[in-house]
Protein backbone atom coordinates (compact mmCIF):
# COMPACT_ATOMS: atom_id res chain seq x y z
CA UNK A 1 0.00 0.00 0.00
CA UNK A 2 2.25 2.24 1.21
CA UNK A 3 4.37 1.83 -2.49
CA UNK A 4 0.99 2.67 -4.28
CA UNK A 5 0.92 5.52 -2.38
CA UNK A 6 4.55 6.74 -3.19
CA UNK A 7 3.41 5.81 -7.11
CA UNK A 8 0.97 7.91 -6.99
CA UNK A 9 2.63 10.79 -5.76
CA UNK A 10 5.67 10.67 -8.01
CA UNK A 11 2.86 10.57 -10.59
CA UNK A 12 1.13 13.21 -9.64
CA UNK A 13 4.87 15.32 -9.31
CA UNK A 14 5.50 14.01 -12.69
CA UNK A 15 2.60 15.57 -14.17
CA UNK A 16 2.90 19.17 -12.47
CA UNK A 17 6.70 19.36 -13.28
CA UNK A 18 5.38 19.28 -16.99
CA UNK A 19 2.60 21.96 -16.58
CA UNK A 20 4.93 24.26 -17.27
CA UNK A 21 7.27 25.73 -20.27
CA UNK A 22 10.91 25.81 -20.20
CA UNK A 23 12.27 27.99 -23.22
CA UNK A 24 15.45 27.62 -24.64
CA UNK A 25 17.18 31.01 -25.03
CA UNK A 26 18.98 31.74 -27.76
CA UNK A 27 20.37 35.10 -27.87
CA UNK A 28 19.77 39.01 -27.00
CA UNK A 29 20.74 42.12 -28.61
CA UNK A 30 20.46 45.72 -27.48
CA UNK A 31 17.46 48.04 -28.57
CA UNK A 32 16.10 51.19 -27.33
CA UNK A 33 13.02 52.50 -28.91
CA UNK A 34 9.12 53.24 -27.18
CA UNK A 35 7.08 50.14 -28.50
CA UNK A 36 8.85 47.20 -30.29
CA UNK A 37 5.90 46.28 -32.86
CA UNK A 38 7.62 42.97 -34.21
CA UNK A 39 11.03 40.82 -35.58
CA UNK A 40 9.92 39.29 -38.77
CA UNK A 41 12.00 35.60 -40.10
CA UNK A 42 14.56 37.78 -41.39
CA UNK A 43 15.57 39.57 -38.42
CA UNK A 44 13.59 42.67 -39.69
CA UNK A 45 12.63 44.92 -36.48
CA UNK A 46 8.72 46.95 -36.84
CA UNK A 47 9.03 49.39 -34.06
CA UNK A 48 7.00 53.07 -33.36
CA UNK A 49 9.49 55.89 -32.19
CA UNK A 50 8.77 59.31 -31.32
CA UNK A 51 5.49 58.30 -32.98
CA UNK A 52 7.15 56.92 -36.23
CA UNK A 53 7.11 53.98 -37.61
CA UNK A 54 10.22 52.34 -38.19
CA UNK A 55 10.89 49.40 -40.75
CA UNK A 56 15.15 48.47 -39.87
CA UNK A 57 17.33 45.52 -40.62
CA UNK A 58 21.12 45.36 -40.82
CA UNK A 59 21.26 47.57 -44.35
CA UNK A 60 19.16 50.29 -43.56
CA UNK A 61 16.24 51.87 -42.00
CA UNK A 62 13.21 53.48 -43.29
CA UNK A 63 10.69 55.42 -41.75
CA UNK A 64 7.12 56.53 -42.01
CA UNK A 65 5.85 59.69 -40.43
CA UNK A 66 2.34 61.10 -40.08
CA UNK A 67 2.15 63.69 -37.27
CA UNK A 68 -1.12 65.14 -38.38
CA UNK A 69 -3.08 62.15 -37.23
CA UNK A 70 -1.79 61.96 -34.03
CA UNK A 71 -0.32 59.17 -32.21
CA UNK A 72 0.17 55.82 -33.61
CA UNK A 73 -1.68 53.51 -31.26
CA UNK A 74 -0.75 50.16 -33.50
CA UNK A 75 1.00 48.91 -35.98
CA UNK A 76 0.53 45.40 -37.44
CA UNK A 77 3.14 43.71 -39.74
CA UNK A 78 1.35 40.26 -40.06
CA UNK A 79 1.36 41.07 -44.05
CA UNK A 80 4.54 42.79 -45.06
CA UNK A 81 2.84 43.77 -48.32
CA UNK A 82 0.15 45.51 -46.31
CA UNK A 83 1.13 46.88 -43.33
CA UNK A 84 -1.49 48.74 -40.80
CA UNK A 85 -1.20 51.72 -38.99
CA UNK A 86 -4.33 52.84 -36.34
CA UNK A 87 -4.30 56.55 -35.56
CA UNK A 88 -7.23 56.08 -32.99
CA UNK A 89 -7.10 60.18 -31.93
CA UNK A 90 -8.35 60.16 -36.05
CA UNK A 91 -10.45 57.14 -36.18
CA UNK A 92 -7.95 56.58 -39.05
CA UNK A 93 -6.13 53.13 -40.23
CA UNK A 94 -3.06 53.59 -42.97
CA UNK A 95 -1.52 50.86 -45.55
CA UNK A 96 1.70 50.81 -46.20
CA UNK A 97 3.18 48.61 -48.45
CA UNK A 98 6.57 46.89 -48.00
CA UNK A 99 8.80 50.43 -48.25
CA UNK A 100 6.18 52.65 -46.38
CA UNK A 101 4.51 53.70 -48.63
CA UNK A 102 0.94 54.50 -48.16
CA UNK A 103 -1.26 52.60 -50.65
CA UNK A 104 -4.80 53.34 -49.11
CA UNK A 105 -6.39 55.53 -45.97
CA UNK A 106 -9.11 54.46 -44.43
CA UNK A 107 -10.94 57.64 -42.63
CA UNK A 108 -14.30 56.09 -40.33
CA UNK A 109 -15.18 59.59 -39.71
CA UNK A 110 -15.97 60.80 -42.94
CA UNK A 111 -17.51 57.17 -44.77
CA UNK A 112 -21.23 56.44 -45.04
CA UNK A 113 -21.66 54.40 -42.22
CA UNK A 114 -19.66 55.85 -39.39
CA UNK A 115 -17.96 53.24 -37.11
CA UNK A 116 -15.78 54.54 -33.97
CA UNK A 117 -13.06 52.08 -33.60
CA UNK A 118 -11.28 51.14 -30.63
CA UNK A 119 -8.83 48.25 -32.30
CA UNK A 120 -7.64 46.40 -35.52
CA UNK A 121 -6.04 44.15 -36.95
CA UNK A 122 -4.93 42.18 -40.16
CA UNK A 123 -7.25 40.49 -42.05
CA UNK A 124 -7.12 38.26 -45.64
CA UNK A 125 -7.17 40.12 -49.19
CA UNK A 126 -7.99 43.67 -48.81
CA UNK A 127 -9.88 43.28 -45.13
CA UNK A 128 -9.08 44.23 -41.29
CA UNK A 129 -10.60 43.19 -38.47
CA UNK A 130 -12.10 46.11 -36.64
CA UNK A 131 -14.19 46.53 -33.48
CA UNK A 132 -17.09 48.96 -33.36
CA UNK A 133 -17.21 50.97 -29.89
CA UNK A 134 -20.66 52.29 -30.93
CA UNK A 135 -22.49 48.84 -31.53
CA UNK A 136 -20.27 46.54 -29.81
CA UNK A 137 -19.13 44.67 -32.49
CA UNK A 138 -16.14 42.80 -34.37
CA UNK A 139 -16.51 43.80 -37.95
CA UNK A 140 -14.07 42.28 -40.85
CA UNK A 141 -14.07 45.29 -43.03
CA UNK A 142 -13.25 45.41 -46.54
CA UNK A 143 -11.60 48.49 -47.03
CA UNK A 144 -11.56 48.88 -50.67
CA UNK A 145 -15.57 48.32 -50.95
CA UNK A 146 -15.90 50.09 -47.65
CA UNK A 147 -18.40 47.26 -46.87
CA UNK A 148 -18.12 44.86 -43.60
CA UNK A 149 -18.26 41.41 -44.63
CA UNK A 150 -19.32 39.95 -41.56
CA UNK A 151 -20.23 41.11 -37.76
CA UNK A 152 -20.44 38.95 -34.96
CA UNK A 153 -22.88 39.45 -32.39
CA UNK A 154 -22.50 42.53 -29.63
CA UNK A 155 -19.26 41.74 -26.90
CA UNK A 156 -20.70 43.44 -23.73
CA UNK A 157 -17.69 43.72 -21.97
CA UNK A 158 -14.35 45.84 -22.11
CA UNK A 159 -12.08 44.49 -25.30
CA UNK A 160 -8.23 44.37 -24.20
CA UNK A 161 -6.40 43.53 -27.33
CA UNK A 162 -7.23 42.15 -30.69
CA UNK A 163 -5.10 39.24 -32.68
CA UNK A 164 -6.17 37.73 -35.85
CA UNK A 165 -4.18 35.43 -38.86
CA UNK A 166 -5.62 35.46 -42.48
CA UNK A 167 -7.84 32.46 -41.04
CA UNK A 168 -8.84 33.45 -37.57
CA UNK A 169 -9.16 36.32 -35.18
CA UNK A 170 -9.13 36.61 -31.23
CA UNK A 171 -10.67 38.73 -29.32
CA UNK A 172 -9.46 39.22 -25.99
CA UNK A 173 -11.63 40.92 -23.37
CA UNK A 174 -11.96 41.66 -19.64
CA UNK A 175 -14.24 38.46 -19.22
CA UNK A 176 -13.83 36.33 -21.99
CA UNK A 177 -11.85 35.39 -24.72
CA UNK A 178 -13.65 34.99 -27.94
CA UNK A 179 -12.03 32.80 -31.38
CA UNK A 180 -13.76 33.56 -34.36
CA UNK A 181 -13.38 32.53 -38.18
CA UNK A 182 -13.08 34.50 -41.32
CA UNK A 183 -16.96 34.45 -41.86
CA UNK A 184 -17.39 35.70 -37.69
CA UNK A 185 -18.97 32.52 -36.88
CA UNK A 186 -17.74 31.65 -32.75
CA UNK A 187 -15.34 28.86 -32.83
CA UNK A 188 -14.14 29.11 -29.17
CA UNK A 189 -15.19 31.44 -26.05
CA UNK A 190 -13.57 30.53 -22.83
CA UNK A 191 -13.27 32.88 -19.71
CA UNK A 192 -10.47 34.89 -19.35
CA UNK A 193 -8.26 34.50 -15.73
CA UNK A 194 -6.63 38.17 -16.13
CA UNK A 195 -4.83 37.97 -19.53
CA UNK A 196 -4.21 41.36 -20.79
CA UNK A 197 -3.10 41.33 -23.91
CA UNK A 198 -1.66 38.12 -26.51
CA UNK A 199 0.61 37.54 -29.75
CA UNK A 200 -0.24 34.66 -32.20
CA UNK A 201 1.45 32.09 -34.10
CA UNK A 202 0.25 29.45 -36.35
CA UNK A 203 -2.79 28.90 -34.27
CA UNK A 204 -1.14 29.08 -31.04
CA UNK A 205 -1.72 31.93 -28.82
CA UNK A 206 0.64 33.41 -25.92
CA UNK A 207 -1.22 35.45 -23.25
CA UNK A 208 0.29 38.04 -20.71
CA UNK A 209 -1.18 37.91 -17.45
CA UNK A 210 0.90 40.66 -14.87
CA UNK A 211 4.23 39.75 -15.99
CA UNK A 212 3.94 36.16 -16.82
CA UNK A 213 3.11 34.73 -20.07
CA UNK A 214 0.67 31.43 -21.13
CA UNK A 215 1.04 29.10 -23.62
CA UNK A 216 -2.12 28.50 -25.25
CA UNK A 217 -2.05 25.63 -27.83
CA UNK A 218 -4.58 25.09 -30.64
CA UNK A 219 -7.49 23.51 -29.74
CA UNK A 220 -7.20 23.23 -26.27
CA UNK A 221 -8.23 25.35 -23.27
CA UNK A 222 -5.45 24.94 -21.00
CA UNK A 223 -2.95 27.53 -21.30
CA UNK A 224 0.44 26.57 -19.56
CA UNK A 225 2.85 28.95 -17.91
CA UNK A 226 6.48 29.78 -19.78
CA UNK A 227 9.05 30.42 -17.11
CA UNK A 228 10.60 33.62 -18.30
CA UNK A 229 12.74 34.34 -14.49
CA UNK A 230 13.50 37.73 -13.95
CA UNK A 231 12.29 39.69 -17.19
CA UNK A 232 10.70 42.82 -17.71
CA UNK A 233 7.71 42.12 -20.32
CA UNK A 234 7.19 45.50 -21.95
CA UNK A 235 6.17 43.69 -25.57
CA UNK A 236 6.27 39.93 -26.87
CA UNK A 237 5.51 38.29 -29.71
CA UNK A 238 5.94 34.46 -31.56
CA UNK A 239 7.00 33.55 -35.07
CA UNK A 240 6.48 29.61 -35.42
CA UNK A 241 8.02 28.26 -32.23
CA UNK A 242 10.27 31.75 -31.84
CA UNK A 243 9.35 33.48 -28.45
CA UNK A 244 10.80 37.55 -28.41
CA UNK A 245 10.25 39.51 -25.09
CA UNK A 246 11.45 43.00 -25.24
CA UNK A 247 11.64 44.76 -21.93
CA UNK A 248 12.70 48.43 -22.97
CA UNK A 249 16.30 47.55 -23.77
CA UNK A 250 16.68 44.55 -25.01
CA UNK A 251 14.85 41.67 -27.10
CA UNK A 252 15.44 38.29 -25.97
CA UNK A 253 14.62 35.13 -28.02
CA UNK A 254 13.78 32.10 -27.38
CA UNK A 255 12.42 28.63 -28.26
CA UNK A 256 9.68 27.29 -27.27
CA UNK A 257 9.29 23.43 -26.72
CA UNK A 258 5.31 23.46 -26.83
CA UNK A 259 4.05 19.91 -25.19
Given at each position: ??????????????????????????K?????V??????D?????????????????????IT???????????????N???????????????????R??????????T??D????????????????I?????????????????????????Q????D?K?????????????LY??????????????D???????S????????????????????????????????????V?????YI????????????TI
Amino acid sequence: MQHLVYFFLFLSSSIFSQEIIEPIFIKKSSLQVETLVAVDNFNTQYYINNNIFNKANTNKTITYNNLQLGNLESANPFNPLKINLFYKDFNTVIILDNRLAEIFKIDFNTISDYKNVSHITTGYDNTIWIFNQDTQQLELYDYKTNSSRTQTLPIQTEVLDLKSNYNTCWLLTKKYLYVYNYFGSLLKKMENDGFTSLAESNQNIVLKKDNTLYYLKKNTGNPIPISTPNLLIKQFFVINETLYIYDNETIYKYKIKTI
